[in-house]
């Protein structure tokens, strides 16, 4: 099963994988990480719709994301 | 279960100092990426200029050399003629490149140097606190020209991809964008072509990726996504300028 592993530490929260996930199932956490941004992750209930794409990973500027497959 | 998308070799496991939002973390990542798949990690030297790019010896596992503001071209034209065989790039922001470094950049080009320049545009000047760069756009509000750029006082935006590719030496100009995946993909092929420009002796080349300043734009990396698209592509269209196929010029 494709899924994203996010490091929630590097995140900056910047939406460009909310915005640029073809199935929409990145969102923003409500509780901020290490250095004070609200970081992104996988909506718990929609993680089995990913498809490994890599979208998020390629768009990501802090190179947060790791995709495996 | 295998990973199919992991942090490249290259790329040191470092935290960047970059805004949220800011695509210049793609353009470390993308060169990271092609030297990595090059596999030219252990001879290539990096020369960044001054700006939000000076920190590139902390973020890849490479040589570095600091250069002075816009100094990064003749820096490594020295350094190429000291070692012949590495692989070395210039890596500037358009302050430095444009502005500082015009006759630097200019020089080496129309010399032929064999060298790769990687040119971040993000039409301001971004660490220094958002003063207007000469590739500032037509309107633009900048904490130098906070009505917004005149071209009767300050002149107009300077197009420096399409400058350079009417150059003699130059053997490869294009220029790409990194707000979309699409135009991410584009960009890592065309520094790709530049590095192999170098690898094979073609002369000088130049990549120029248009990217987002957010904090100095005064707005979220989203909507700087939208105001380049919307504003900087129309005036910076995308494209190769130049591509040399053939040795024929020698």
């Known amino acids: 099963m494709a899924h994203i592993v996010i490091d929630t530490n590097r995140c900056k929260g910047c939406y460009f994988c909310v915005k640029y996930c073809p199935k929409q199932i990145i969102t923003i956490s409500k509780q901020y990480n290490a250095i004070g941004y609200f970081p992104a992750e996988l909506s718990p209930d929609k993680k089995d719709l990913c498809t490994g794409c890599k979208t998020c990973a390629l768009m990501c500027p802090d190179t947060a994301i790791e995709v495996y497959k | ?250």
């Open chain 2, 1 to 250: 279960m295998q990973a199919v998308f992991t942090r490249p070799k290259t790329l040191k496991d470092t935290p960047t100092h970059f805004c949220p939002g800011c695509t210049h973390g793609i353009a470390h990542r993308i060169v990271a990426e092609v030297i990595d798949e090059l596999g030219i990690r252990e001879k290539t030297i990096g020369i960044p200029g001054v700006g939000c790019c000076v920190f590139l010896y902390k973020y890849l596992d490479i040589d570095v050399l600091e250069a002075p503001h816009g100094r990064a071209p003749a820096c490594a034209t020295g350094m190429k003629r000291v070692l012949p065989d590495r692989i070395i790039f210039a890596y500037q922001g358009d302050g430095d490149m444009a502005a500082i470094g015009t006759s630097e950049v200019i020089h080496a080009a129309n010399r032929g140097e064999n060298i790769t320049v990687i040119y971040i545009n993000n039409s301001v000047y971004g660490m220094t606190g958002g003063q207007m760069a000469p590739t500032t756009l037509l309107g633009q509000q900048t904490t130098t020209t906070p009505y917004g750029r005149n071209f009767r006082s300050e002149g107009y935006p300077i197009r420096m991809a399409e400058m350079l590719a009417t150059l003699e030496g130059v053997a490869y100009s294009a220029r790409v964008a990194l707000h979309k995946p699409k135009y991410v993909m584009q960009a890592k092929k065309a520094v790709e072509k530049a590095f192999m420009m170098q690898i094979n002796e073609m002369g000088f080349s130049v990549v120029e990726m248009l990217s987002t300043c957010n904090t100095n734009w005064r707005v979220s990396p989203t909507e700087a996504i939208d105001k380049l698209e919307n504003e900087m592509i129309p005036y910076f269209p995308l494209g190769v300028f130049k591509e040399r196929t053939g040795k024929d010029f020698l």
